[in-house]
């Protein structure tokens, strides 16, 4: 059987202009790694959304997803929270494991 390590995903669905601002957050803390993916539709609080046909970044939403050591969550999801508390957007926290414990 291959041997698994527990790590946290953390997953946020934001505007896509704030992209940058996450970016550099996560560069300031050495996260190792995350994926950005486009959010095409969905809906919340305010109704549905469409992220399709739209001119410019504003109103477009993205997905971050983040796999990390349990250890640095609590630090990473402080400053997270501190940057997202007056804006648009959710972030999640789950368990997952992973087979190359090295890589986070």
Do not use: C
Request: proline share 3%.
């Amino acid at each position: 059987m291959i041997k698994t390590h527990l790590k946290k995903r953390i997953e946020m669905i934001i505007e896509a202009p704030l992209e940058i601002n996450i970016i550099d957050l996560f560069d300031e803390l050495s996260v190792k790694g995350y994926t950005i993916i486009p959010a095409i539709f969905g809906r919340g609080q305010e109704g549905v959304w469409r992220g399709d046909g739209l001119i410019s970044g504003a109103g477009q939403m993205i997905v971050i997803v983040s796999i990390l050591d349990p250890a640095r969550v609590e630090e990473i999801l402080s400053r997270l929270y501190e940057f997202m508390k007056n804006r648009i957007g959710i972030i999640t926290i789950s368990d997952v494991e992973v087979i190359r414990d090295e890589h986070f």
